[in-house]
């Protein structure tokens, strides 16, 4: 039997999820920051692995982060949304966390995030 091209990379970026979440794990102290890129949107979530909480969340979608946007996939709106992250991280008293990026290569919108968020005073 043939298997689906997409079958074989969807299965290939599960075995490479499972093996970075072995290594990254957040806790109260130092969250683990995850970061979710589609095609018209980036997402963002502050998850504490110990209970299981999700502390602070941004995405290009809220009205506030697109209203100052031209376009919400762009690298703009990843610098946007690292600022907005980074805001919200240090009004809950939390400047520490882990940097989970998935399976996405560290370049174009999610380093454009990363590198936001650190100017703006959240350490990785």
Known sequence: ?????????????????????????????KPRMIVVRSNKYLY???YD?????????ASTL???VKA?????????AAKAMG???????KNINILQVV????TYPFTGRIKVFADSA???GIIF
């Open 83 to 89: 600022k907005t992250i980074a805001e919200r991280l």
């Open 49 to 57: 692995d110990t209970t299981g909480n999700v502390l602070a969340s």
């Open 68 to 76: 100052q946007l031209k376009s919400t996939k762009d690298k703009e």
């Open 1 to 29: 039997m043939i298997t689906p091209k997409y079958v074989i990379k969807k299965t290939k970026k599960e075995r490479m999820r499972k093996s970075i979440r072995k290594i990254v794990n957040g806790t109260p102290e």
């Open 62 to 64: 809220e009205k506030d």
């Open 99 to 102: 940097f989970d990026r998935n």
């Open 44 to 46: 963002t979530q502050v």
């Open 118 to 120: 650190r100017e703006n």
